[in-house]
């Protein structure tokens, strides 16, 4: 035996399945014979090659796990990895097969939350906090930061501490007992069928089943149904409360115990023309409804599965969604269906997510399947590259029911009966023998409400009553702009603010730009650009696109975001509509013609509309800018924001940062001290005084890690910054910076 605990803190740490889709456990004979063996003849051959005598190696096992955890994990099923042994490798024979270890077994095996790997060999690089703590707890049986994990990006929305803001997604829990209740009935589907027409006598929603087509030409009830079809039900264009009916009917059926969703926010459904996942029966592959229960079971047992068994479901998984992929009536509506069975492990390519990942998170979606559609490889490829990005804090989405809820907040969409993708797929005759026509209907996309609320629980440190003022100083002006020193949270607050004047996280509704020396006329409201073919065209700007939208939708308030509106020249940069910014101006008859003419050559006069709002941001240490032009500060309110560390600066910190709580206090004063230095100033003023986001973790601190952090900031951030603010007494910067850390 050896001591494993030792090693090059550089070097990779090798965790590795002992099953690799074998049903008998290999753990025994790997410790008895001092090895580690790959059991494959055509995967991992590289990576084992790659494995370097010294370096360490574990042997898991990973499951998921819903009952008996050492933490609330409020419904979900959560990954675990068991580690069983421990060693240190001790030679490699190059063959891509085997390599020797010095084994010490662990007598009971060590349990490992959340970050767990479905492949069968996983190289962990230390340096990262996850990867840190795997081998600490692996090697050193450390104990598990439990709580860090529950409240990161990735975990957050199931498992965090944040509670209220994050039940918008308690309905998946209901989706994944629906889905794991209908598998019962896989090979019953006759006693599913005769429930379901039991319920359609009651809710009338349901008569849509009633219009299947059977061989020998009479009409009547499905006589067989795919599970993608009976969660469909209730996924269709209606009101909130037939969805719910419907829901709670077919639990009630399935004898699911989970309370039926009180909203389904961000879940896609499907085209009322198209609710079916088949043909009608006269029309139907004796296989096909086989081979969409074949997809359903293969995907809840891929979702499900971890670490060794995890490749294998992978391969059934694709093999059963190629067998019902393209069929008729099968498109882009299997991802859907995959993705209310197991909404935190299988994506929705519905038509507004692929949008999304596309356009927004710039992921390309291969089509290499039937009718330029994704394949099994295409779908599985798009999941792979977003899995790891959404572990990003900074990613735009942190899971694929937030993925889904962004792309699905959108302004209202009408779904019209000539729709082009639905024609491509169903002829006018099978519409109306699947189900019928039914009437236009307008789908208002459940996006959650945002309020003054939201932004105090996000982490904002000012006063309900100071957030109110600003809010109506907004609707009353148009136009407001924040102004204060660096790090007071300005852009921030900006988006928030926009947010909460809309009513809601509608990010379509939102346009932000940066101003800059070199923005210009014609970047901002309208210009000649290249076209791409050698020429130019007119294109409109960030604005002039705002004002259209706006327009358009004269109900919905947009709000236009301009951060460091002081770098840019604002008069030039907003030209003759400058002067249509007034709040008491925004009517047609103050229109003006603009610089340049429309795309079809006529001048039309232009308007800013009432429901067109502008928020900037300022900063006002910066001393390299100019001051605000008299004829922009007439036209919006001003605000000023200051440092803000007091009670619910630490509150946050503590509770939502991890800093430790008796260091917060001190952290505390010691800001205040500089700021009342650079205050006193003459030069400085507090203008120039340092925000509390400088002192705000943007992650979840480590426990333990309070006063390394605090030194980091203070040596990397806050130095450079008083080196600027104190250049000519270099001195006096210096000392500032050792106060700050004086006995610390």
Not at 431 to 457: N, R
Request: overall charge negative.
């Amino acid at each position: 035996m050896t001591n494993t605990s030792k090693g090059t803190s550089a070097q990779p740490v090798w965790f590795v399945g002992a099953a690799y889709g074998k049903t008998d456990d290999q753990t025994q004979r790997f410790l008895s014979e001092g090895i580690w063996e790959n059991g494959y003849n055509d995967k991992h051959l590289d990576l084992v090659r790659s494995m370097q005598v010294g370096e360490r190696i574990a042997i898991k096992s990973s499951y998921t796990q819903l009952h008996d955890l050492p933490f609330d994990n409020r419904g979900n099923r959560v990954s675990v990895m068991a580690i069983k042994a421990i060693g240190v490798i001790t030679e490699n024979r190059n063959d891509g097969k085997q390599v020797s270890v010095s084994w010490t077994p662990l007598q009971p095996g060590r349990k490992w939350f959340f970050y767990t790997h479905r492949g069968t060999i996983w190289r962990v690089v230390p340096g990262d906090w996850k990867n840190d703590g795997l081998i600490a707890l692996t090697f050193d049986d450390a104990p598990q930061d439990i709580q860090r994990f529950c409240n990161a990006p990735y975990w957050r929305a199931r498992f965090g501490s944040q509670g209220a803001g994050l039940e918008k997604f308690a309905w998946t829990r209901f989706y994944m007992a629906i889905a794991d209740g209908l598998l019962e009935y896989r090979h019953n589907r006759k006693a599913l069928v005769a429930g379901l027409q039991e319920i359609s006598t009651r809710v009338a929603a349901l008569g849509y089943l009633h219009a299947d087509t059977y061989p020998n030409g009479e009409r009547g009830f499905v006589r067989d149904i795919c599970p993608f079809t009976v969660m469909g039900a209730f996924n269709r264009q209606t009101t909130e409360i037939n969805r719910q009916t419907i829901a709670a009917e077919i639990a009630k059926f399935l004898g699911v115990d989970q309370s039926v969703p009180k909203s389904f926010e961000g879940v896609p459904v499907l085209h009322n023309l198209k609710s079916w996942f088949f043909p009608p029966e006269n029309k139907r592959d004796a296989d096909h409804v086989d081979s969409l229960w074949d997809t359903f079971a293969a995907a809840v047992v891929y979702a499900d599965s971890e670490g060794d068994q995890g490749e294998v479901a992978r391969a059934a998984f694709a093999k059963a969604f190629e067998n019902s992929n393209g069929r008729l009536g099968v498109a882009w509506n299997l991802t859907m269906g995959l993705y209310w069975a197991r909404p935190w492990a299988l994506l929705s390519l519905d038509e507004l997510s692929r949008k999304f990942i596309r356009n927004t998170l710039a992921i390309a979606i291969n089509t290499n399947g039937p009718s330029k559609r994704c394949n099994a490889l295409d779908y599985l490829q798009v999941t792979d590259i977003l899995e790891p990005r959404f572990q990003e804090p900074s990613y735009p989405a942190h899971s694929f029911p937030e993925l889904s809820l962004q792309a699905w907040s959108f302004e209202p969409e009408v779904i019209l009966d000539n729709d082009e993708e639905l024609q491509e797929e169903l002829s006018a005759d099978e519409a109306l023998e699947v189900g019928g026509v039914e009437e236009t209907i307008v789908v208002y996309s459940a996006i959650p409400a945002y309020t003054l609320d939201d932004i105090l629980i996000e982490g904002c440190f000012l006063e309900y009553v100071e957030l109110e003022s600003m809010l109506v100083r907004l609707r009353e002006k148009k136009n407001l702009i924040l102004q204060g020193p660096p790090g007071t949270g300005k852009t921030w607050l900006a988006k928030r603010l926009a947010f909460a004047l809309i009513g809601s996280r509608d990010i379509k509704k939102i346009r932000s730009v940066q101003f800059h020396p070199n923005l210009s006329y014609e970047d901002f409201v309208r210009g000649w650009r290249p076209n791409g073919q050698g020429g130019l065209a007119l294109a409109e700007g960030v604005f002039m696109e705002a004002i259209k939208a706006a327009l358009k939708t004269p109900d919905s308030t947009f709000v236009v975001v301009i951060e460091e509106i002081n770098r840019g020249n604002p008069a030039q940069i907003f030209g003759e509509l400058l002067t249509l910014l007034e709040a008491g101006k925004r009517t047609p008859s103050e229109a003006l013609e603009l610089s340049y003419p429309d795309s079809d050559g006529n001048r039309t006069s232009v308007h800013i509309p009432e429901n067109l709002h502008v928020i900037g941001t300022m900063n006002i240490a910066d001393r390299s800018l100019a001051l605000v032009d008299l004829a922009l500060r007439r036209r919006f309110a001003f605000i000023g924001l200051t440092p803000r560390l007091g009670n619910r600066w630490r509150k946050w910190v503590i509770e939502q940062a991890g800093v430790d709580a008796r260091l917060a206090q001190d952290i505390e004063q010691r800001m205040a001290q500089l700021n009342a230095k650079i205050a006193e100033d003459d030069r400085l003023g507090q203008q120039f005084q340092i925000g509390h986001s400088y002192v705000t973790p943007s992650n979840l601190l480590e426990a333990g890690t309070t006063r390394d952090w605090f030194i980091r900031v203070v040596e990397t951030e806050i130095s450079p910054l008083l080196d600027e603010y104190w250049a000519d007494t270099p001195a006096r910067a210096k000392e500032a910076v050792a106060n700050l850390l004086l006995g610390w």
